[in-house]
T-cell receptor
């Protein structure tokens, strides 16, 4: 069936290094993708989004890359900080859908 | 971004009792809100879509008589867990927006513990 999934359930990086979190999606009709950050005991927090007519979008310390050919989405965090430790979810949507579909999540741990 | 407020943030209740969770959009009107449930170390699973002025739409496997949803105004949706059991213990999260190509705004979540 259609799904949005993540390659790795956990990721540990050294403080100051760059982090890359990956996400695979199987629905080629999806045209809008969002990355959310969820800290323990809190609701998801919007990080960055990208539409299918783009390959790359940059925010503050974050970059999202979209490869529609292989249905792959990634989130890059530059100079990872302890405050970046959280679970990261990708989510997909498409025109006409009423709600988002979430991936399984990746736990990012930043090591001192 | 828009603000969605959820209350309470934590609640402990006894088995057999009912618990009401509120979800408010503070600075925008939301004709549609979404309710999710999240178990530890798992993703968000959509439970139901709350529609202002009409019945909620429930996902497959979600009991509509157990999880009562009311969306009486454009800024408030409530989820009532009726006759709660320990297996209902979970993190419940609401959101507004997120329809089509739009961002969804999430509440802070409610940690429900049924003892």
């Amino acid at each position: 069936g259609e799904s949005v999934g993540l390659h790795l359930p956990t990721l540990s990086v050294q403080e100051g290094d760059n982090s890359i979190i990956n996400c695979a999606y199987s629905n080629s009709a999806s045209d809008y993708f969002i990355w959310y950050k969820q800290e323990s005991g809190k609701g998801p927090q919007f990080i960055i989004d990208i539409r299918s007519n783009m390959d790359k979008r940059q925010g503050q310390r974050v970059t999202v890359l979209l490869n529609k050919t292989v249905k792959h989405l990634s989130l890059q965090i530059a100079a990872t900080q302890p405050g970046d430790s959280a679970v990261y979810f990708c989510a997909e949507n498409r025109a006409g859908w009423r709600q988002l579909t979430f991936g399984s999540g990746t736990q990012l741990t930043v090591l001192p | 971004g828009a603000v969605v407020s959820q209350h309470p943030s934590r609640v402990i209740c006894k088995s057999g009792t009912s618990v009401k969770i509120e979800c408010r959009s503070l600075d925008f009107q939301a004709t549609t809100m979404f309710w999710y449930r999240q178990f530890p170390k798992q993703s968000l699973m959509l439970m139901a879509t709350s529609n202002e002025g009409s019945k909620a739409t429930y996902e497959q496997g979600v009991e509509k008589d157990k999880f009562l949803i009311n969306h009486a105004s454009l800024t408030l949706s409530t989820l009532t867990v009726t006759s709660a059991h320990p297996e209902d213990s979970s993190f419940y999260i609401c959101s507004a927006g997120g329809q089509g190509n739009t961002e969804a705004f999430f509440g802070q979540g409610t940690r429900l513990t049924v003892v």
